[in-house]
C-alpha cells in the first residue's frame, strides 16, 4: 500500500506540474474561447491542460475512474477516481489576472487520499495527504491563528448564474463585509480554499461549485487543520453545492452570520 500511495502521489504531482506548464506558456497567447453559459467561459488551453493530466493518469491507472470538468469520459467501475479541474480561474486566465491554478485530488471509495493544487504563475504547489498534513512547495503548513472575525480577511466567489440565481450569494457578501476587516473575491476556489490553508485567507464560502472546484482544496485545507462543513454546520462532501470552510476558530461564528 505504500508503494502505491507513493506511485499516486507522483502521478498527481506530474500530472498538475505538466498542465501547468503547459497553461503558463499560454498566458498572453491568443485563445480560442467557446461560452458555456452567459459569462461561463472555456478555452482550448482548458480542454489541452485536461488532456494531458488525463493521459498521465491513465498511463499509471488505466482502470480508474475519473471525473473532469471539460470533457465526459467513459464510466469505470472503481473504487477509485480522480477529480480534475485543468484550469480553475479560467475567466482570470483569460483576461491575464494572474490567479488561477491546476486542481487535482484522488478518491477511495469516495474519501479523498490526495490532493494538489499547482499555481503556475507563482509556481506554488499545494499538497494535502489524508492523515499526514498539507504542504506548500514541501514545507508544513497550517490554518490562521485569527479568533475574531471582525478581525478576520474572508474570500468568496460567484457563481455563473449570480445575473439569474435568487440565492446569489450577494446578500451574504454584503453581511460578511461588515462584520469583517475584510472580504476579497478572487476567482479560484481551489486556490482560495488553499490559501485559507496556509493562513493567508480566514475563512472562504460559495455556492453551486462543483466536485472538481472543491476536492483538492477541501482535503488540504483539513489536513492544515481547517474546518469544512455546508453554510448550517452540516457534514461536507465535494457534491454539495454550497461550502463553507474556515479556520476552524471562526467557523462558528461564520455559521451565525449566513443563518442570519
Not at 502521489?9 to 498572453?28: C, D, F, M, P, S
Not at 462543483?210 to 452540516?234: C, H, R, V, Y
Request: glycine share 6%; proline share 3%; with cysteine.
Amino acid at each position: 500500500m505504500a508503494d502505491f500511495q507513493k506511485a499516486h502521489k507522483q502521478v498527481a504531482i506530474e500530472a498538475a506540474l505538466k498542465a501547468g506548464a503547459y497553461i503558463k506558456r499560454n498566458v498572453g497567447k491568443h485563445l480560442s474561447v467557446r461560452y458555456k453559459g452567459e459569462i461561463n467561459v472555456v478555452t482550448h488551453v482548458d480542454k489541452n491542460a485536461e488532456r494531458i493530466i488525463v493521459e498521465r493518469i491513465k498511463k499509471s491507472f488505466p482502470c480508474h475512474a475519473i471525473l473532469a470538468e471539460e470533457k465526459n469520459y467513459a464510466k469505470v467501475q472503481s473504487d477509485f477516481k480522480w477529480i480534475i479541474d485543468p484550469l480553475d480561474g479560467t475567466t482570470n486566465f483569460l483576461h491575464g489576472f494572474p490567479f488561477f491554478c491546476v486542481s487535482v485530488a484522488l478518491f477511495h471509495k469516495e474519501k479523498p487520499l490526495f490532493g494538489v493544487v499547482y499555481d503556475p504563475e507563482k509556481n506554488e504547489l499545494f499538497t494535502g495527504e489524508c492523515g499526514k498534513g498539507a504542504y506548500l512547495n514541501r514545507k508544513r503548513i497550517g490554518v490562521s491563528k485569527i479568533r475574531e472575525l471582525k478581525k478576520s480577511m474572508l474570500v468568496t466567489g460567484f457563481a455563473y448564474n449570480v445575473k439569474s440565481a435568487r440565492n446569489n450569494n450577494i446578500e451574504n457578501f454584503t453581511r460578511f463585509l461588515k462584520a469583517s476587516q475584510a472580504v476579497r473575491r478572487a476567482g479560484s476556489a481551489a486556490l482560495d480554499l488553499c490559501y485559507v490553508a496556509c493562513g493567508r485567507f480566514d475563512g472562504f464560502w460559495e455556492l453551486y461549485l462543483n466536485p472538481w472546484d472543491m476536492a483538492a482544496g477541501a482535503l488540504i485545507l483539513e489536513e492544515a487543520g481547517g474546518k469544512i462543513t455546508q453554510f448550517d454546520g452540516s457534514p461536507f462532501t465535494v457534491y454539495d453545492k454550497e461550502l463553507l470552510a474556515s479556520n476552524s476558530k471562526l467557523h462558528s461564528q461564520m455559521i451565525r452570520v449566513l443563518q442570519r
